[in-house]
């Protein structure tokens, strides 16, 4: 048997290539990581927007899902873009017979564009069924004002939101500091919390719009290192310089929200 790390992402298709299964791909390869998936929407998208999503059926996703979970060792795995509650509790109720490892759910509710990616009835399903499965969760902070209702705006409140979140059965929070309203900091921030201590991650804040993908990579990321047997903290700290490299040497492709540079990151 190989002894090389295998993880699963489990997300919609980008026609684009810069977010969802191809960045999540990208980004387990770039890590040393064999990656495999299931496929729950196709999108037709690029830079400039999202334009037709198809939903997978049910039975194939239970089909691609049993494929993986018979021939491969899957160390970690994360979750995107599900898109409705039907497919959450497809997705829930087949990780009650099949053994991933640790899941780092990125819940992926607006595109870049701000097509909503998330039906509002679905927001509950994935409250009830997911949130109590996950290992990290890493929401961006309209996401987790959604989650919660509370509107994250100092340590403060971000602490409040991710208690909450805790509560409903998450074991570490990632709350993404990108989407603050106080955009003239040379600083970004995120918040993070696990079930013994709370601490926050800077990095300079780049001009740039090519930050298509930035959420699907940094979930990614850390499920690369969570399958190479990281700890949580270790991985989320290496995930945080990947999608800082990323950012910060953009690719420049596409003529609106250009996807991040999955190549940028070379150490370790």
């Not at 564009?113 to 069924?129: D, R």
């Amino acid at each position: 048997m190989s002894n090389i790390p295998q993880a699963l992402t489990i997300a919609g298709s980008d026609s684009g290539g810069g977010a969802g299964i191809q960045a999540d791909l990208k980004t387990f390869q770039m890590r040393g990581v064999f990656g495999t998936t299931v496929i729950t929407a196709i999108t037709a998208q690029n830079t400039l927007g999202v334009f037709d999503i198809h939903a997978v059926p049910l039975p194939t996703i239970e089909a691609q899902l049993q494929a993986v979970a018979q021939d491969f060792a899957i160390a970690a795995f994360k979750i995107g873009m599900l898109g409705s509650a039907e497919v959450i509790e497809c997705v829930s109720a087949a990780l009650k017979r099949y053994r991933f490892g640790p899941l780092v759910l990125d819940p992926v509710m607006i595109a870049k564009g701000g097509a909503p990616l998330l039906q509002q009835n679905a927001v509950s399903a994935m409250k009830a069924a997911l949130l109590p499965l996950a290992e990290v969760l890493t929401p961006n902070l309209p996401e987790a004002q959604a989650l919660t209702g509370i509107d994250i705006i100092d340590d403060d409140s971000a602490q409040r939101a991710a208690a909450c979140l805790q509560e409903l059965g998450v074991k570490n929070v990632v709350i993404k500091g990108g989407h603050s309203a106080d955009s003239r900091s040379p600083l970004c921030r995120d918040w993070i919390f696990t079930p013994t201590e709370r601490f926050t991650l800077q990095s300079e804040r780049y001009p740039t719009r090519h930050t298509h993908g930035t959420g699907c990579t940094f979930s990614a990321c850390i499920t690369a290192e969570l399958a190479k047997g990281q700890s949580v903290e270790a991985a989320i700290h290496t995930a945080k310089d990947f999608i800082t490299a990323a950012i910060s040497h953009p690719l420049g492709i596409g003529h609106g929200h250009g996807p991040t540079n999955h190549w940028a990151y070379q150490q370790g």
